[in-house]
C-alpha cells in the first residue's frame, strides 16, 4: 500500500515536471490586475549541483499537480542552492512544488523498486505519506512580495 501511494506521489510529481515544456513560456502572466507582486522562492540545500531545480507555481485545487501552471521557472543550481523569482503575480492563494531534475530530463526518476531517486518539495514544506494537496501547500499573496524557503 504505502508503494502504491509513492508511486502515485511520484507520477504526479512527474506530471508537474512535464507541464514545464508545455508552459515555460508563461514566464509572467497577467489577471487584469493593477498591483503584482514577486514570489522569490530558495531551495537551500539540493544535493549536488548537478542538473536544475523545476519550479510549478499553481493557483487553485483543481489544477494543483495537474499540467495547468500559472507559471513555471528553471532555476540554476549555485553552491547547492537555487533561487527563482516569480514575477507579477496577482493577490490570491498560491502554491508551488519543485523537483531536483539531476539528469535534465525534465521528469522525476525512479530506482527499480519505484522509490525515486531526485528531491521534491512543496511550498509550507509538508511532506505527506501521500501526494501533497493544495490545502496543505497553500499560502497567500497580498500587496507584498513574499520570500520562500522550500526544503528538500
Not at 510529481?13 to 503584482?36: C, K, L, M, P, W
Not at 528531491?119 to 511532506?127: A, E, F, R, T, W
Request: negative net charge; contains cysteine; proline residues 3%.
Amino acid at each position: 500500500m504505502v508503494r502504491i501511494v509513492i508511486l502515485l506521489v511520484m507520477y504526479l510529481v512527474s506530471q508537474i515536471i512535464e507541464a514545464q515544456t508545455t508552459n515555460s513560456s508563461n514566464e509572467e502572466f497577467d489577471r487584469g490586475v493593477n498591483e503584482y507582486v514577486t514570489i522569490n522562492v530558495t531551495v537551500p540545500k539540493v544535493s549536488g549541483n548537478e542538473g536544475v531545480v523545476l519550479f510549478a507555481l499553481y493557483n487553485s485545487n483543481e489544477k494543483f499537480m495537474k499540467r495547468e501552471t500559472m507559471a513555471t521557472k528553471e532555476g540554476e543550481i549555485k553552491n547547492g542552492a537555487v533561487t527563482v523569482s516569480f514575477h507579477k503575480v496577482a493577490s490570491g492563494t498560491y502554491a508551488i512544488v519543485c523537483l531536483h531534475d539531476k539528469n535534465g530530463n525534465k521528469r522525476m526518476d525512479f530506482n527499480e523498486n519505484g522509490m525515486p531517486v531526485e528531491d521534491y518539495g512543496i511550498s509550507n514544506n509538508v511532506m505527506l505519506m501521500g501526494p501533497p494537496n493544495f490545502e496543505e501547500a497553500k499560502f497567500a499573496v497580498g500587496n507584498k512580495s513574499l520570500d520562500l524557503t522550500i526544503n528538500f
